[in-house]
T-cell receptor, first 115, second 112 residues
């Protein structure tokens, strides 16, 4: 597609429910990143995919968070048993390859609100 | 581990005034530095980056940033801002592959 697409754009859920956030990267981009943007915080790195594998999961805040990527394209970030502190904007980004020269293209994010 | 500090959460300025958005980083290894911008209701976009070479880098819309290794800074400047520059600006640092560590952001508010 023309850009990184994320869905839904907004998600309101009740505490304890599971949610799935979807990211469609730019076609042909092999690298995919998930970040979280909380109020008053910077963008917090969550996980990075190169192809379908995730060489860096170091940013996932707890075992309630998981992510997968299939076919080297679409990625899903799953949060189980959501808590109020999970409320944030979840951003996905993709780039052509791995490395510091590669420009990241960001989606518009999913605003998650846990009541 | 790398970290980025943006001390100013909000910077209000009048149109056509100069502006500087401050960014300091900490890292024990060579770094690559970035400024990303988020306009209202839009996604993050790369504004400019420093990888190597000249320490002064420029964007197409008049912003510039200077890498200062001794002061571990990468401040963003523009000599004359426009209303359309109103946005949130994020400084970021990366080492190795592009795992960016972002600052908390600075909201630039330009008024007439």
């Amino acid at each position: 597609g023309a850009g990184v697409s994320q869905s839904p754009s907004n998600k309101v859920t009740e505490k304890g429910k599971d949610v799935e956030l979807r990211c469609d990267p730019i076609s042909g981009h092999t690298a995919l990143y998930w970040y979280r943007q909380s109020l008053g915080q910077g963008l917090e790195f969550l996980i990075y995919f190169q192809g379908n594998s995730a060489p860096d999961k170091s940013g996932l805040p707890s075992d309630r968070f998981s992510a997968e990527r299939t076919g080297g394209s679409v990625s899903t970030l799953t949060i189980q048993r959501t808590q109020q502190e999970d409320s944030a904007v979840y951003l996905c980004a993709s780039s052509k390859g791995q490395g510091r020269n590669e420009k990241l293209f960001f989606g518009s994010g999913t605003q998650l609100s846990v009541l | 581990a790398q970290s980025v500090t943006q001390l100013d959460s909000q910077v209000p300025v009048f149109e056509e005034a100069p502006v500087e958005l401050r960014c300091n980083y900490s890292s024990s290894v060579s770094v690559y530095l970035f400024w990303y911008v988020q306009y209202p209701n839009q996604g993050l976009q790369l504004l400019l980056k420093y990888l190597s070479g000249s320490t002064l880098v420029e964007s197409i819309n008049g912003f510039e940033a200077e890498f200062n290794k001794s002061q571990t800074s990468f401040h963003l400047r523009k000599p004359s801002v426009h209303i359309s520059d109103t946005a949130e600006y994020f400084c970021a640092v990366a080492t190795g592959f592009q795992k960016l560590v972002f600052g908390t952001g600075t909201r630039l508010l330009v008024s007439p």
